[in-house]
């Protein structure tokens, strides 16, 4: 398939499609030429951007996707083969942080990052891999963190969902060679979007919020790192992306 920029006419899953890095990729996936078929459980959210897009002269559509649900995370890959034909990449990004200290024992909020930001991700490869095994083609993308390669005081568990994304993530590197599918794992630092609205702990909270609205940086840098991976050409497989606000420190 010959596409301008490798990323024209191309069918892109993705979770998380909201808000934050999950809306920026959309935007800018679609504007380069993608069809973006967007996932999460805020339909109002997700319609509208998919209406934006299309008014925009883009192909979009909005299927609501809780990827906690491994059905639903089906429903949302295979309505976007029904429509478009194929999958040629899934960004699988939806997820949380709510930080805390492991001695605050907040254990419905472990149970919620193990099951969005672990699971979900599993869930988004166990729907799409079948498709790009029997396509010979295929592009995962896969969302980690700064805190996948960094742990401290606070984010225990946060980090361990993220360390998991990339070990999951390089094991699939090496498992789909057979099938010509790239695997690319993200891993941004502090970026502006809703993410630290999910922490309850006061104290962390505060600090968290403190430390964003000092460093963080615009959700496009997620963007563009991507459309950065997708573009190059079918025979390059960008594995790994870090990349931090550059006043960032750890
Ligand atoms: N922002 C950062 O500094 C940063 C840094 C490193 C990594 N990340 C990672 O980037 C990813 C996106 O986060 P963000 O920063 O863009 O935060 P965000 O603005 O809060 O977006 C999170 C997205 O995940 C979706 N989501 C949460 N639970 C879900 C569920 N059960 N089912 C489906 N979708 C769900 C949300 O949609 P609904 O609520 O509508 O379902 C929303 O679209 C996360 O994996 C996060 O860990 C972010």
């Given at each position: 398939?010959?596409?301008?920029?490798?990323?024209?006419?191309?069918?892109?899953?993705?979770?998380?499609?909201s808000?934050?890095?999950?809306?920026?990729?959309?935007?800018?996936?679609?504007?380069?030429?993608a069809?973006?078929?967007?996932?999460?459980?805020?339909?109002?959210?997700?319609q509208?951007l998919?209406?934006?897009?299309?008014?925009?002269?883009?192909k979009?559509?909005?299927i609501?996707t809780?990827?906690?649900?491994?059905?639903q995370v089906?429903?949302?890959?295979?309505?976007?083969?029904?429509?478009?034909?194929?999958?040629?990449?899934?960004?699988?990004?939806?997820?949380?942080?709510?930080?805390?200290?492991l001695?605050s024992?907040?254990?419905?909020?472990?149970d919620?990052?193990?099951?969005?930001?672990?699971?979900?991700?599993?869930?988004?490869?166990?729907?799409?891999?079948?498709?790009?095994?029997?396509q010979k083609a295929?592009?995962?993308?896969?969302v980690?963190s700064?805190?996948g390669h960094?742990?401290?005081?606070g984010?225990s568990?946060y980090?361990a969902t993220?360390y998991a994304?990339?070990?999951?993530?390089?094991?699939l590197r090496?498992?789909?060679?057979?099938?010509?599918?790239?695997?690319?794992?993200?891993?941004?630092?502090?970026?502006?979007?809703?993410?630290?609205?999910?922490?309850?702990d006061?104290?962390?909270?505060?600090r968290?919020k403190?430390?964003?609205?000092?460093?963080?940086i615009?959700?496009?840098?997620?963007?563009?790192?991507?459309?950065?991976?997708m573009?190059q050409?079918?025979?390059?497989?960008?594995?790994?992306?870090?990349?931090?606000p550059t006043?960032?420190e750890?």
């Open positions: 398939m010959a596409m301008r920029n490798n990323i024209e006419g191309k069918v892109v899953v993705i979770t998380g499609a808000s934050g890095l999950g809306e920026a990729a959309a935007r800018l996936l679609s504007a380069e030429g069809i973006v078929v967007l996932g999460a459980r805020r339909a109002d959210r997700i509208a998919a209406g934006e897009l299309t008014k925009r002269g883009g979009a559509a909005a609501v809780d990827v906690t649900q491994c059905d089906q429903k949302l890959v295979d309505a976007a083969v029904q429509a478009y034909g194929r999958i040629d990449v899934i960004i699988n990004n939806a997820g949380l942080m709510p930080q805390s200290l001695e024992l907040k254990i419905d909020e472990w919620r990052m193990i099951d969005v930001n672990i699971k979900g991700v599993l869930y988004g490869i166990a729907a799409a891999l079948p498709y790009m095994q029997r295929g592009h995962i993308i896969n980690s700064v805190a960094k742990v401290g005081p984010s568990v980090a993220k994304v990339r070990a999951l993530s390089e094991g090496q498992e789909v060679k057979p099938y010509n599918i790239r695997t690319t794992v993200i891993s941004p630092g502090a970026v502006a979007t809703e993410l630290p609205n999910t922490i309850t006061a104290p962390v909270g505060e968290i403190n430390f964003y609205a000092d460093v963080a615009p959700a496009d840098s997620f963007a563009r790192a991507v459309v950065f991976a573009s050409p079918d025979d390059v497989d960008v594995n790994e992306i870090l990349f931090r006043r960032q750890i």
